[in-house]
C-alpha cells in the first residue's frame, strides 16, 4: 500500500526553524517528482517546494525563496523541507505529494492536480 507521512511540525517561535520529514512506504520515492504545499485555515492550498525525479531542479515560490529548502534522501526513501526564518504567515498544515513522470531532470510542477498521491498533513504553527 503506497502512503507518505509527513512528521516534524509543531509550534515554533517566529524567526525559529523546522524540519519536516516525509517518509515513503510501499514504493520508491526516486521514480517521483516530490512537492510540499500548505493549507492555512480558508485559503486554498499553496505549493511551496518541489524537487525533480533526478533531484537536479528545485522550485520555490517567492513567498518561501531562500528560507526554505526541498531535499530527498533516496537510501531512506525520505523527503525534507528545512524551514528557516519562520514567519507567522507561515503557519498551516504541511503536506508532501508525489507524481510519476518518465523524465528525471524536468522542472518539477508546483500545482496541486498534478499531484498523484498526498500525504496526511502536519501542523506547522509559527507564533510568539
Known amino acids: 500500500q503506497l502512503q507518505l507521512v509527513e512528521s516534524g511540525g509543531g509550534l515554533v517561535q517566529p524567526g525559529g526553524s523546522l524540519r519536516l520529514s516525509c517518509a515513503a512506504s510501499?514504493?520508491?520515492?526516486?521514480?517521483?517528482?516530490i512537492g510540499w504545499f500548505r493549507q492555512a485555515p480558508g485559503k486554498e492550498r499553496e505549493g511551496v517546494s518541489c524537487?525533480?525525479?533526478?533531484?537536479?531542479?528545485?522550485k520555490y515560490p517567492d513567498s518561501v525563496k531562500g528560507r526554505f529548502t526541498i531535499s530527498r534522501d533516496y537510501a531512506k526513501n525520505t523527503a525534507y523541507l528545512q524551514m528557516n526564518s519562520l514567519k507567522p504567515e507561515d503557519t498551516a498544515v504541511y503536506y508532501c505529494?508525489?507524481?510519476?513522470?518518465?523524465?528525471?531532470?524536468?522542472?518539477?510542477?508546483?500545482?496541486?492536480?498534478?499531484?498523484?498521491?498526498w500525504g496526511q498533513g502536519t501542523q506547522v504553527s509559527v507564533s510568539s
Open positions: 505529494a508525489v507524481y510519476s513522470t518518465p523524465f528525471g531532470g524536468v522542472s518539477c510542477q508546483l500545482t496541486t492536480h498534478e499531484y498523484d498521491y
Open positions: 510501499g514504493f520508491s520515492l526516486g521514480y517521483y517528482v
Open positions: 524537487i525533480s525525479k533526478n533531484s537536479g531542479r528545485t
